[in-house]
Nanobody, 124 residues
């Protein structure tokens, strides 16, 4: 089974930028549809962005225009570029893989493998 490792989180001032990375490794080198989700303290996990096998993209309406998801299949890595960050973006960010190819990209139940998460903190 594929394993996922997120990186790139940290502390940033409001208005700043971060790029999160999600590296895939394991027994398979196949590319999967990939999703990004986040969870803030006391809040439910919510969809942020997703990218399909053909690089089709999907976004949460509230982040569209500030956040861009992309992938580099040669590196088995997916990225989440976040600009104009706001304190409301503070959360643990998770990447996830749809390994069975049957995906509603906005639903966490579509994803079978999850990374450990990386914390993003945006100060006001």
């Amino acid at each position: 089974q594929v394993q996922l490792v997120e990186s790139g989180g940290g502390l940033v001032q409001a208005g700043g930028s971060l790029r999160l990375s999600c590296a895939a490794s394991g027994r398979t080198s196949s590319q999967y549809s990939m999703g990004w989700f986040r969870q803030a303290p006391g809040k439910e996990r919510e969809f942020v962005a997703a990218i399909g096998r053909s690089a089709d993209t999907y976004y949460r309406n509230s982040v569209k225009g500030r956040i861009t998801v992309s992938r580099d299949n040669a590196k088995n890595t997916v990225y989440l570029q976040m600009n104009s960050l706001e304190p409301e973006d503070t959360a643990v960010y998770y990447c996830a893989a749809d390994t069975d190819g049957r995906i509603n990209p906005r639903s966490p139940s579509s994803y079978e493998v999850w990374g450990q998460g990386t914390l993003v903190t945006v100060s006001s």
